[in-house]
């Protein structure tokens, strides 16, 4: 009898269309084995009906951001005691939290940039917030929403722009203010309990932003193998995993650190990592002899429940 497997994809985030091209992606290469009976399904307000028709054997979760990644869709497929890929409820609604996961990182002594978090309030004056950020910060800085992936609305800023761009997050009433790493780009991937790979990037773009990721005409360089000393690779690749297992992750994760003055900075780790043509793990795991489709069933795998 065949597996049946269950895509969710698109969503309600901001990474909605990266959402579906993972999932075409990922569809595309299953159904070519022809073991395996596929839908693909939106997490829309008929989800749990859909998902008690279809009765799947697992659930391939192929969301980003919000409300797939946070922890949101893996307590309703608890809930529902269906198998499901990836991170659990806990593990993923504390990686997205941008403060929760630093937290953790600091007091597990893992080197991560310093921050301050900001809410926004009535009647808040511009003096007060450039004295607030250089009490403990620097220009330049950088300011982020606390719970996006792919970063969504980030921005680099320099004191003259501070302001202007810090007010353009105003609707998520909380961002983290973060001090600026320049640097080598690293992004490492782990699958499973085991490190699968690093890559390094050079975007075209002033950062590895949003159209850097996702857009053939940014231009991103990837290096593969990258280049530095097998003590530094070591090290980088033994943070990722750490920050990994301290998060109690499961399945694939994707860890993003800044090189500088031969210190690695963890920036994020994220639990539902893009599986496009673009996307970096399964560049990854290509370079260490896993292709699209034993990568894809190695994460279908490792799909449970009670994570």
């Known amino acids: 009898m065949k597996k049946k497997i269950l895509l969710i994809a698109g969503g309600y985030s901001?990474?909605?269309d990266i959402s579906l091209k993972t999932a075409k992606s990922v569809y595309i290469e299953l159904r070519k084995n022809k073991k395996f009976n596929l839908k693909i399904t939106e997490p829309d307000g008929d989800f749990i009906k859909k998902l008690r028709l279809f009765k799947p054997d697992l659930v391939m979760n192929l969301l980003h951001g919000r409300y797939g990644e946070d922890g949101y869709i893996q307590s309703i497929l608890e809930s529902e005691k269906v198998k499901y890929t990836h991170?659990?409820?806990m593990s993923s609604s504390i990686a997205i939290d941008k403060e929760l996961s630093k937290k953790l990182y600091i007091k597990n002594k893992i080197l991560t940039p310093k921050y301050i978090k900001f809410k926004f309030k009535l009647n808040v004056i511009k003096k007060d917030i450039l004295k607030k950020v250089k009490k403990k910060l620097d220009f330049p800085l950088v300011i982020k929403p606390i719970n996006e992936g792919s970063s969504v609305n980030v921005y680099i800023c320099n004191k003259s722009n501070f302001i202007k761009n810090l007010y353009k997050l105003k609707n998520y009433g909380e961002v983290l203010i973060e001090e600026f790493i320049p640097g080598r780009e690293i992004q490492v991937a782990i699958l499973g309990k085991k490190k699968l790979g690093a890559i390094e990037l050079k975007p075209k773009r002033k950062f590895y932003d949003y159209e850097a990721k996702y857009n053939p005409e940014a231009k991103t360089e990837h290096i593969i193998p990258v280049k530095m000393s097998k003590t530094n690779y070591n090290k980088v690749t033994s943070i990722a995993l750490k920050a990994h297992n301290i998060?109690?992750?499961?399945?694939?994760?994707?860890?993003?650190?800044?090189?500088y003055k031969n210190k690695f900075y963890l920036l994020e780790t994220n639990t539902q990592p893009g599986m496009t043509s673009l996307s970096l793990v399964p560049e990854i795991a290509n370079y260490k002899g896993i292709n699209f489709i034993q990568l894809i069933e190695k994460i279908i795998d490792d799909a449970s429940i009670n994570k």
Do not use: A, P, Y
């Open 14 to 16: 901001n990474e909605r």
């Open 87 to 89: 991170s659990g409820v």
């Open 247 to 259: 998060l109690k992750c499961r399945g694939i994760t994707r860890s993003d650190f800044r090189f």
